[in-house]
């Protein structure tokens, strides 16, 4: 992976547990890359980790802006962050990637935020409002003044504030009664809103291809396969056994072949590798269902393999 030095140049406390953080070349130079609504970058942090985060900036602006919210029961990057990141620090940035990036069209566009999943659907909402494509966004937050990033409230934008799941469920139900040709329908936020949003989107007559999601966190946890396979690597002219609870990572990296790695949760795309020979057996939220029925396509770091042997072009 390909990384590129910034410099933290804002810290803003947006809510009690959300940081803003705004990075930029040290320099004042040009941004070396560009991205499109949707699109995240890896931070790696001073800790050795390596954690993904969505870009709330559009390319205009000059900076890259992120929103981090601390969890409690994260794995540790958002604490770190919280905890020792400081003005004036550099920190090194991969180059954007976007697995949830707004399609193209004149069609109208629904964007559906819970929590910290309001932030890549912000700069898809700028987009269309530039467009003047017609755009609504519908925000569920706990608490109004827990609203990240303070973006003001208007006629496009719905706050919905404290509301229990039945009536999350209700208020879904009343936005979504009807579809129109060419409408789409964008959603990020915990697993159990984004189903919620999905079901009653299908049950109103949404075509499966106008939804999008985007995962911060695996929707089930991941598990590997009880029994082991034959990984060839084709391009590395390696073959390895895959041990029964070992992933097809790991068992590469035993034989000096380091696939390419980020989240380690099949949901940042980083690892996906082509199929040659096989059958994957996948468990990944990155993946659409054409992917995975091609057949063509598999998340090493995650998903597991059905057939005895297992060719990847790597």
């Not at 699109?39 to 790696?44: F, G, I, M, P, S």
Request: glycine share 10%.
């Amino acid at each position: 992976m390909n990384w590129i030095s910034l410099q933290v140049r804002a810290l803003r406390l947006e809510t009690e547990q959300i940081l803003g953080v705004e990075l930029a070349p040290p320099d004042a130079a040009a941004l070396p890359f560009d991205w499109s609504p949707g699109a995240h970058v890896d931070l790696r942090l001073g800790n050795g980790m390596v954690r993904q985060y969505s870009l709330v900036s559009l390319p205009e602006h000059g900076h890259i802006y992120l929103g981090i919210k601390r969890e409690p029961a994260s794995r540790g990057g958002s604490q770190w962050l919280h905890e020792h990141l400081r003005l004036g620090a550099r920190i090194e940035v991969g180059l954007p990637r976007n697995l949830f990036a707004l399609q193209p069209g004149k069609g109208p566009v629904t964007l559906l935020a819970a929590g910290i999943g309001i932030t890549p659907l912000l700069p898809m909402y700028r987009q269309c409002l530039r467009e003047g494509r017609a755009v609504r966004l519908l925000y569920f937050t706990r608490e109004a003044h827990q609203l990240p990033l303070l973006q003001p409230i208007d006629s496009g934008m719905q706050l919905y504030t404290g509301l229990p799941t039945p009536q999350i469920a209700e208020r879904l139900g009343e936005q979504l009664a009807t579809w129109q040709a060419g409408a789409s329908l964008y959603c990020c936020g915990p697993a159990g809103f984004m189903d919620c949003v999905e079901q009653t989107a299908l049950g109103h007559g949404w075509p499966p291809d106008s939804l999008h999601r985007e995962h911060f966190t695996p929707a089930v946890p991941s598990t590997l396969a009880d029994a082991g396979c034959t990984l060839v690597l084709q391009r590395s002219g390696c073959e390895v056994q895959v041990n029964p609870g070992e992933s097809l990572l790991q068992a590469a990296a035993r034989v000096g072949v380091e696939l390419p790695l980020s989240c380690g949760m099949g949901i940042c795309g980083a690892c996906v590798s082509r199929v040659i020979e096989g059958e994957p057996e996948h468990r990944d939220e990155v993946l659409s269902d054409a992917q995975r029925s091609s057949g063509e396509w598999i998340t090493p770091c995650v998903s597991g393999c059905r057939s005895a042997r297992l060719v990847l072009d790597a």
